[in-house]
């Protein structure tokens, strides 16, 4: 297995600061975390997307997942997982 690199031009993550608020504090749920994810990740991951699928619509016009060999993947994958199921 291969691991690339990460590309793109990545700015140092500020670290998120609480509010102090005035008002009583709330208890927060026992056992809930959160997630906050940043503009600039949103547009990442939508980019990314959108040139998946532009490479999924090249390779339907092109038939390339009509050929025996992809068939023949989605097959084997379908019969190991069925295989596996119990």
Request: charged share 35%.
């Amino acid at each position: 297995m291969a691991i690339k690199g990460i590309e793109g031009d990545f700015a140092p993550v500020e670290p998120v600061r609480e509010k102090k608020s005035t008002a009583p504090a709330k208890q927060a749920s026992a056992g809930k975390d959160t997630v906050q994810v940043s503009g600039a990740a949103k547009s990442l991951f939508e980019a990314d997307q959108s040139k998946r699928l532009d490479e999924v619509r090249s390779r339907l016009e092109a038939g390339y997942y009509s050929s025996r060999e992809v068939t023949e993947k989605i097959v084997d994958g379908l019969m190991d997982d069925l295989l596996n199921l119990g």
